[in-house]
């Protein structure tokens, strides 16, 4: 006995010791299954949270410039290390940003200086966006001189660390070969000039006597001969009622501006040079103040108007009855009159210099204001960005500060992700998705709401499929089946979850696609007739006698529904090209399109409906169907002894007992539906567009996430906001699955007692 009992207490502690292996094991694995969630919820934030991150200037250097009260623009190369001025007095100067060794350059050295124009010839003085960096001095006998900054990069070893060093040197020149262009034929004084060039062609505007508008357009014509280029001119003259007090010229030459006060001209100009009034912008000076200035924004698709009330408004075409028409959009408030806007090389940024000497950063699309203050101790008087928009040249008097600006997602904002957004060109607000284009000029745009719209679309469409099957073949296999099938149906339906999804995604998108875009009517047909069939069979099947239905058990009779639901589905497909010669003059995608105004789409919301559903089936079939098997048996019994129908059982008691399970099977499947990604990216088009039409695609959260990821600069904009697509993916699916646990909880508390 004593043996035994030692036996028996060696056991007891073994049991034990696994008890709490077992119990602490399990408590660790949760604690860890927590950890990684939260893991991967602050990883999401830390990738986000620069795009919210507010401008900074950091100032670099800085140093001070003899005669710099005779400064016309300001400009530097794209490593920002030389900064140029061009001078009221026609002299072209460089000067250095950076301190550099090899050459024995410090921040404010001087580097070449050039007089491209004498000072008394200078009567008007342009200069392009800056993206095509060239300026022209408008002369007092009716010709203009071009002038371009030139660098030339080269490496060199410094002597002291044996390194590379890059060394610029810069040099102006004079196009044409150094000889002036004419623009007024009459060689009377430009008293105001435009100018701009799209390499081959070159377009001035200019002021001549107060109210003459002269145009002129250079286009390059090469003797085929000799090889030589020629610029040959076309001079146009438009008089207007009343001074001109500013003009610009679009980059692609194809308009010109002109504002008298409140009042702006658009000319269009032609290939041939011919000039016609397209139309005329009036300022609402009441709303808005009295125009001072024009200027265009990177892209030219928008005109910066501004106004003695310190406001900016913005301006572009807008399709409307009359054709494409420039409209106010929207506005910005400096603080004060502004004398002076700088406008960054590629993206929709502008810097205002206001009278009272502060700088102001905005951005337009968000309608975001990114800052505004002076960091200078005096009034600022000039600003200046270069090509990467990384440093900011400023200018006090003489004193010239170089400071370093972190403003990397300025298109990025709360309400441009998640309202309507006014986009250049678009005939009004709206949500749009277009991260990528093969202009520079783009705009992106990255509105969450489209494709968050067509995560909850694609789900919403598996779901309305798979839940009635999923849930309906759950209850029957569970309730109803016989053992001797159960054991196969059970297992065969749950290794349909096996299947790779992205083999559903390539039947449903090469397969799948085509067959309803062909057979549609029959595919209607099939939804229709099928319910249908079966209630049919059913009321028939309970008319026979009763002797013949006793030969089969209700755990089989629904085999004998499969031959009718494969007849009725054969007869639908067969029928279809019939159905759809006589019902729809053999077209019913044409009908849809022509006669009910429904886009038709060969991947569509149907395609992803029925192969995500087929996907989500198993998932719902499996819980469910364990949900209500695992009902205790003397429920149901005790139900059918007091006499309730099979059918009473099942609706009063064991789908009440089984509702917690249920509704954790439709939960896990439309969980399982909002983060699917193969299926949705093959078969729906990955269209981001706002429509529950059926027979459109759309795009998904994690489609979209799939799709550009791979494409995204590390960092960028882009890149960051498919995370914030992942986060809010993450926190959609969280707060679900928080929702689902809690109405569970309840269901369960409430029919536990059963």
């Not at 623009?183 to 105001?192: I, N, P, R, T």
């Not at 139900?639 to 099979?646: D, I, R």
């Amino acid at each position: 006995m004593a043996s035994l009992s030692a036996q028996q207490l060696a056991a007891n502690r073994g049991r034990l010791f696994k008890d709490r292996a077992a119990r602490y094991g399990v408590t660790l694995g949760g604690i860890m299954v927590l950890v990684a969630l939260l893991l991967i919820f602050f990883y999401l934030l830390y990738v986000v949270q620069p795009i919210f991150e507010s401008v900074s200037l950091k100032e670099e250097q800085s140093f001070s410039l003899p005669n710099s009260d005779d400064v016309e623009a300001l400009g530097m190369e794209e490593q920002a290390e030389i900064g140029y001025r061009l001078m009221k007095s026609g002299k072209f100067e460089f000067f250095a940003l950076a301190d550099k060794s090899i050459v024995k350059r410090k921040a404010g050295d001087i580097i070449d200086s050039k007089e491209v124009v004498s000072d008394d010839k200078i009567t008007s003085f342009a200069s392009t966006l800056p993206v095509n960096k060239q300026y022209a001095y408008g002369l007092n006998d009716g010709t203009a001189m071009v002038v371009q900054p030139k660098f030339k990069v080269s490496f060199a070893e410094d002597p002291q660390t044996g390194a590379l060093e890059r060394t610029i040197t810069p040099r102006v020149e004079v196009l044409n070969n150094g000889e002036p262009l004419v623009v007024d034929e009459s060689g009377q004084a430009l008293e105001k000039l435009a100018y701009e060039s799209d390499g081959d062609t070159m377009m001035f505007a200019a002021v001549q006597g107060g109210n003459n508008l002269l145009i002129t357009k250079y286009a390059a014509e090469e003797n085929f001969m000799t090889g030589e280029t020629t610029l040959k001119p076309v001079f146009h003259k438009v008089t207007l009622n009343g001074t001109i007090d500013d003009l610009i010229v679009t980059p692609d030459l194809r308009q010109v501006m002109a504002r008298r006060g409140n009042r702006i001209h658009v000319f269009d100009v032609g290939i041939s040079g011919q000039v016609s009034e397209r139309e005329l912008m009036l300022v609402n000076a009441r709303e808005q103040g009295n125009a001072t200035g024009l200027y265009l924004l990177a892209g030219a698709s928008s005109i910066l108007v501004t106004h003695d009330t310190g406001l900016v408004t913005q301006w572009f075409q807008v399709s409307t009855d009359k054709g494409r028409q420039y409209q106010y959009i929207r506005s910005f408030d400096a603080g004060s009159p502004v004398k002076d806007v700088e406008v960054e090389y590629y993206r929709r940024t502008f810097y205002t210099v206001s009278e009272n000497g502060q700088l102001g950063i905005f951005y337009t699309t968000s309608e975001a204001d990114l800052y505004r203050g002076n960091p200078l101790e005096s009034s600022l008087e000039h600003v200046m960005v270069d090509p990467r928009a990384n440093y900011l040249i400023m200018q006090s008097g003489d004193r010239f500060s170089v400071f370093d600006i972190k403003n990397e997602h300025p298109e990025v904002t709360w309400s441009a992700m998640w309202q309507e957004v006014w986009y250049e060109g678009y005939p009004e607000p709206d949500y749009t998705w277009q991260s990528t284009s093969g202009s520079d000029d783009f705009e992106s745009k990255y509105s969450l709401v489209p494709i968050a719209f067509g995560t909850i679309k694609a789900a919403a469409y598996a779901m309305l499929f798979a839940v009635p099957i999923g849930l309906a073949a759950a209850v029957y296999t569970a309730y109803f089946m016989s053992p001797s099938v159960r054991k196969y149906v059970k297992p065969t339906v749950e290794i349909m979850e096996a299947l790779p999804t992205v083999i559903l995604g390539f039947l449903a998108g090469l397969w799948l696609a085509p067959i309803i875009e062909r057979y549609l009517p029959g595919l209607i047909a099939v939804f229709l007739l099928v319910p249908a069939a079966i209630i049919l069979t059913a009321f028939l099947w309970s008319r026979l006698p009763s002797h013949i239905r006793n030969t089969v058990t209700d755990g089989r009779a629904a085999l004998l529904l499969i031959p009718i639901v494969i007849l009725v589905g054969w007869l639908s497909f067969g029928l279809s090209p019939w159905v759809e010669q006589v019902l729809f003059d053999g077209n019913v995608r044409g009908y849809l399109t022509n006669e009910l105004g429904i886009t038709f789409d060969q991947r569509n919301s149907l395609v992803v409906g029925i192969a995500m559903g087929f996907a989500v089936i198993p998932t719902i079939f499996s819980i469910a169907e364990d949900a209500v098997f695992s009902v205790p048996k003397h429920l149901s019994n005790g139900s059918l002894a007091l006499g309730a129908t099979p059918w009473q059982t099942l609706t009063k008691v064991v789908l009440l007992t089984a509702s917690p399970g249920i509704f954790s099977a439709v939960m896990m499947g439309l969980g399982r539906a909002v983060g699917e990604t193969m299926i949705v990216l093959m078969a729906t088009g990955n269209t981001p567009i706002m429509d529950w039409n059926i027979f459109e695609g759309m795009r998904t959260l994690s489609a979209n996430i799939a799709v550009e990821m791979p494409e995204s600069e590390v960092g960028s904009s882009h890149y960051r906001i498919l995370f914030l697509a992942a986060f809010v993916l993450f926190v959609f699916t969280f707060f679900f699955n928080t929702i689902a646990e809690f109405v569970r909880q309840r269901l369960r508390d409430k029919y536990s007692s059963m």
